[in-house]
């Protein structure tokens, strides 16, 4: 089991610079659109470099495209013209709830494109929805750029949509579903016999998961964390594999958005600290066994690491899901980096290997979330037995 | 919407996902699966400690047959022994038995036999008496039909006594 868990550990610390970078191209890449949201000053160069622009390929700006999130999914382009599904857009706004359909914004993403309605106007800027501004800007923008942070300035209502990352968790929720569904009617069907067809295929993960990671390290009381395990396991695993199908319903960047392993990690962090017996807080505020002077540093310490920990695990999956994405996507797009056909074999033989690893990640990124999970809670409500 | 600012509609979305999928999850998959799996479990535990059962019953069932036999076994060497000898004395009890009812035949015919013979003697000794007396009659008759043998008689016998 420690062996295992360095091994992880290892992966993980090797995941970290993956963050890093993913880190700096964002922030370059957000650097490049707000250059082009007001590129004010030079607007007739703007104009003239259009088209030599549109040749140039900028892979910091597809690949973050993709990692992000986006109101329409994108399927590829046809004559230059992108193909996307439309998905709905639901906002809560002053008003009231808005809904309208995400071809409305006619793939615009500067602002230049303003929705009416629910008697509101609405832009989309970089895939976020902005109230649009009553006129256009110098550069068509229908918003205002606040120059010292050189962020839109404009409201935001709350924006629900159901977005390509939405849409694919339902679809993986639908998929988790029609897997685990039938399996347990398998069951229903013949009792006490071996198991036949999918619930073959998924007992040996759910008993896994029940023995090796949960009995293992939550101890006696192991049964009650049994469902919400199995849940997070599969919940994580499903999606991290979709993500890894390269076109639609999968490959959208589920497990690789903060936004869903922020929610992941508050489900861990809640069911930690709500299960905290006396010891587990004994050993937070007071820790036993210590010179009373080293005790409130250490509290200090213990307190933050109530919330490093589910952090950690926030982190941990959205970077090592990102960086596939990420890796497979710089690789695929070595063609036309070098704008030569020949490179292809070594970019299809790269991607090909990472795919392969990829696929190792995606389980092992949501046996180690489930794991740390069961080790957290195990923490939370272990006895002393000093 | 920068890739590490979490955005609300994901976190409403995925929340919501999230919770329905482990309610309905957890009522209809986990639940059966996980029963099922543990009955299983115990069922084949169970199946397993009987079969050990079974074999123990077996096993002191066999020992128990061959304690059965070999008690049988002793039992038919006892009963035919206890037949021999008891054949064997009725044998010998209807030799004795023979042995003695001939010697007590014989007894009594010997003894018969001596009777007889007693009787007979007697009989012969009566008649030979009898024939001895006529006979001494006859010669006395003979002898003493005058005076002077009666005489010579007397005297002689008067010297055989003095003679004594």
Known sequence: ?386 | MGIVTPGFGLIFWTTLTFFILLFLLAKFAWKPILKAVQDREESINSALKSAEAAKAEMASLQSNNEQLLKAAREEREAMLKEARAMRDKTIADAKGAASEEAAKVLEAARAQIHNEKMAAMTEVKNQVAQLAIDMSERILRAELKDAEAQKAMVDRAMQDVKMN
């Not at chain 1, 709830?97 to 914004?105: A, D, H």
């Not at chain 1, 709500?274 to 080293?294: D, Q, T």
């Open chain 1, 1 to 386: 089991m420690t062996k295992l868990n360095c091994f992880l550990l290892g992966l993980f610390l090797m995941a970290s610079p993956a963050v890093l970078a993913s880190e700096e191209a964002h922030s370059a890449d957000e650097h490049a659109a707000e250059a082009h949201v007001h590129a004010a000053e030079h607007s007739d160069e703007h104009a003239a470099n259009a088209t030599e622009e549109k040749e140039a390929f900028n892979p910091a700006e597809v690949i973050m495209h993709h990692i992000a999130d986006s109101h329409g999914w994108h399927l590829f382009d046809w004559n230059d013209h992108p193909v996307s599904i439309p998905l709905p857009v639901i906002l809560y706004t002053e008003k009231g709830l808005v809904v309208f359909s995400s071809s409305e914004f006619h793939h615009d993403q500067e602002g230049t494109h303003v929705v009416k309605a629910g008697g509101q106007r609405f832009v989309n800027i970089h895939e976020k929805i902005y109230y649009a501004s009553d006129v256009a800007n110098d550069h068509g923008v229908f918003a205002e750029m606040d120059h010292e942070t050189h962020e839109v300035a404009n409201a935001t209502p709350w924006d629900i949509s159901i977005t390509k990352n939405v849409a694919a968790l339902l679809f993986s929720a639908v998929v988790i579903l029609l897997l685990f569904l039938p399996a347990a009617r398998s069951y229903k069907k013949n009792p006490n016999a071996a198991p036949k067809g999918v619930a073959g295929f998924v007992e040996p993960l759910v008993v896994f998961v029940r023995d090796d990671i949960a009995k293992n390290n939550i101890g006696p009381h192991y049964k009650r964390f049994v469902p919400m395990l199995l849940t997070i396991f599969f919940f994580i695993w499903i999606n991290n594999l979709l993500g890894l199908v390269p076109f639609f319903p999968g490959g959208a960047n589920v497990t690789g958005n903060i936004a869903v392993t922020m929610v992941l990690a508050i489900v861990t962090f809640v069911v930690t600290n709500v299960n905290g017996n006396k010891h587990y807080w004994g050993h937070i505020f007071w820790m036993p066994g210590l010179p009373v002077a080293v005790k409130p540093l250490l509290a200090i310490v213990e307190f933050i690491g109530i919330f490093t920990k589910p952090f950690s695990l926030m982190i941990r999956l959205f970077a090592n899901i990102t960086a596939g994405h990420i890796i497979v996507l710089s690789l695929v797009s070595l063609v036309f980096i070098f704008e030569t056909v020949w490179v292809s074999p070594a970019s299809v033989l790269l991607t090909l290997f990472i795919s392969v690893l990829e696929l190792l990640v995606a389980a092992l990124q949501a046996y180690i979330f489930t794991l740390l999970t069961a080790l957290y809670i195990g923490a939370a409500m272990h006895e002393e037995h000093h």
